[in-house]
């Protein structure tokens, strides 16, 4: 038994004398982070409240879950046009919600069954009639300089 653990101990003591470290970090090249994604938000129709927006980078979340957004802002509602620029986003594909939070309350305000009580919209402007929309169907592909205009509606 003893022979057995020396020989697989041989070769880590000779590595460590010959000054190779146990365990290499690994190291990876650095992903670009310079795209930028413009948000362009029409269809508000009241000046109170709030704009969120929430940017996803996969479906896991999208579209109403904040939490798991890759980037999320939330800002005054401005007249006529509102706008929110998310900066140094990784080059890809990405899907956005939005919301017109009418009594500033920090979220979409929904029904028993969930049906939004307040403006939304998604990229793409997808609206489907009886479910949520899908990642798929709101992919914006990402890469330099993006400008996406979503349309908010109940």
């Not at 948000?39 to 704009?51: C, D, K, L, S, Y």
């Not at 049906?115 to 330099?144: C, D, H, L, M, Y």
Request: a positive charge; proline letters at 8%; glycine letters at 8%.
């Amino acid at each position: 038994m003893r022979i057995r653990h020396m020989l697989f101990a041989v070769p880590l003591i000779l590595s460590l004398a010959a000054g190779a470290p146990f365990a290499q970090p690994v190291t990876t090249a650095p992903q670009l982070s310079n795209a930028t994604l413009t948000v362009v938000v029409t269809g508000a129709t009241t000046e109170r409240g709030m704009i969120g927006v929430a940017v996803f980078s996969t479906a896991d979340g999208f579209p109403g879950n904040n939490e798991k957004a890759a980037r999320t802002a939330v800002q005054p509602r401005l007249a006529p046009v509102d706008s929110v620029v998310f900066r140094g986003l990784a080059p890809g594909q990405y899907a956005v919600s939005v919301y017109h939070d009418l009594n500033s309350n920090g979220k979409l305000d929904t029904n028993l069954f969930g049906v939004p009580k307040e403006p939304w919209g998604t990229s793409a402007n997808v609206r489907p009639s009886f479910r949520a929309p899908k990642f798929e169907e709101a992919i914006v592909n990402v890469v330099g300089s993006t400008r996406v205009e979503i349309r908010v509606e109940r």
